[in-house]
């Protein structure tokens, strides 16, 4: 069964714009977590969703970060504008109910 | 301010040794606690979760839990090499609906 999936593995942008990464859960987990990790701050939990539906977002930044989960399958997390402190590794984890969370291979962002 | 700390490392284990990581939780009510190992440049991997008092065996890896300590950690027995990573412990926020806090991890480097 095919892990999490994650895209673009790699992003190189200009400050000021806007940045989407994309995720897929591994099939059948209903919950999706976004994390960002950096060397000062660690791995951060940003915002995650049950059966589509955002349940916890404290942890996103600022206004400039938004997520969405049209479907089961698929999420996005959007920057905008982005700016140079943003850069960091973005994961995308999906997990069953009082389950275990598995990983997907990261975003790297660079915002220059 | 709900808090997993860990000793940042390096750890230094010869091969073959026993390399025991620790880890402390504040939420005295998280009830499920979880390892990741993350080599460098990749994404966190679980390794094992434990969420009663005592051991939990899995292979070379074992992991003991002391919920009146606030106390986890785990053991890796016969290091190897391969072992070199850093480890993260986790523990899921109480009420939190899947919600983890992440420690900053430690690093094992496991030399021949």
């Known amino acids: 069964d095919a892990g999490v999936i994650q895209s673009p593995r790699h992003e190189v942008t200009e400050m000021g714009q806007e940045v989407t990464l994309r995720c897929k859960p591994i099939?059948?987990?209903?919950?999706l977590f976004w994390y960002r990790q950096t060397m000062m701050r660690g791995l951060e939990l940003l915002i995650y969703?049950?059966?589509?539906?955002?349940?916890?977002d404290s942890g996103m930044p600022e206004d400039r970060f938004s997520a969405k989960m049209p479907n089961a399958s698929f999420s996005t997390l959007k920057i905008q504008p982005s700016e140079p402190r943003d850069s960091a590794v973005y994961f995308c984890?999906?997990?069953?109910?009082?389950?275990?969370?598995?990983f997907g291979p990261g975003t790297r962002l660079t915002v220059t | 301010q709900k808090e997993v700390e860990q000793n940042s490392g390096p750890l230094s284990v010869p091969e073959g040794a026993i390399a025991s990581l620790n880890c402390t939780y504040s939420?005295?009510?998280?009830?499920?606690f979880f390892w990741y190992r993350q080599y460098s440049g990749k994404s966190p991997e679980l390794i094992m979760f434990?969420?009663?008092?005592g051991d939990k065996e899995d292979g070379r890896f074992t992991a003991q839990l002391n919920k009146a300590s606030q106390y986890v950690s785990l053991l890796i027995r016969d290091s190897q090499p391969s072992d070199s990573a850093t480890y993260l412990c986790?523990?899921?926020?109480?009420?939190?609906?899947?919600?983890?806090?992440f420690g900053a991890g430690t690093r094992l480097a496991v030399h021949p």
């Open positions: 939420d005295r009510g998280s009830q499920s």
């Open positions: 984890a999906s997990s069953l109910p009082r389950g275990e969370q598995y």
């Open positions: 986790a523990a899921e926020v109480s009420g939190g609906y899947n919600k983890l806090i």
């Open positions: 099939s059948g987990h209903d919950y």
């Open positions: 434990i969420y009663s008092n």
């Open positions: 969703f049950n059966n589509n539906v955002p349940i916890d």
